[in-house]
């Protein structure tokens, strides 16, 4: 049996890949339709990562979702992020995250550091980053 190896373009390729997947369920590694099994899967990720690539979720959710699935505390992670004022400010979006917290949010919670590294979505009040950078030294001031 030849294998012939074709791009998926549209959704009727796609679908039409699925359902040949369907029917090759069964076959052994190493055989011909075990081949082509391990080539057609390929490509529908390939497919499925252009077409439906799923973002990676904000940090601070993150830290959320996982603090609400080990039942934690804001307090329970003052040893990775610090003082109560600082797990306060992080998780209310005033304070990002620093690299040392990070590496402990990570470890402690299971968390990927990839996902920890991503920009959260500003406080709802404006990025308190941006507030600082006007008022450098040099920088203009509102109103000049």
């Known amino acids: 049996m030849e294998i012939i190896v074709r791009p998926i373009h549209t959704e009727e390729d796609y679908d039409a890949a699925l359902a040949l997947v369907d029917t ?19 490509l529908i990720e390939a497919y499925e990562a252009r077409h439906w690539a799923i973002a990676a979720p904000d940090p ?22 610090g003082s109560r004022g600082r797990v306060s400010e992080v998780l209310s979006r005033k304070r990002a995250l620093t690299l040392p917290m990070i590496r402990k949010l990570a470890a402690g919670l299971g968390l ?3 996902i920890l590294i991503q920009e959260s979505i500003p406080a709802r009040r404006g990025d308190p980053r941006r507030k600082r950078e006007g008022n450098r030294r040099g920088a203009p001031k509102a109103g000049n």
Do not use: C, N, S
């Not at 052994?28 to 390929?42: A, K, Q, S």
């Not at 601070?60 to 992020?81: C, H, N, S, T, Y």
């Open 24 to 42: 090759l369920m069964d076959a052994e590694p190493g055989t011909p339709e075990g081949d082509r099994l391990d080539v057609l899967v390929t």
């Open 60 to 81: 601070i959710e993150a830290i959320r979702v996982r603090m609400e699935q080990k039942g934690l505390r804001q307090r329970d992670l003052e040893p990775m992020i």
């Open 112 to 114: 990927r550091a990839d």
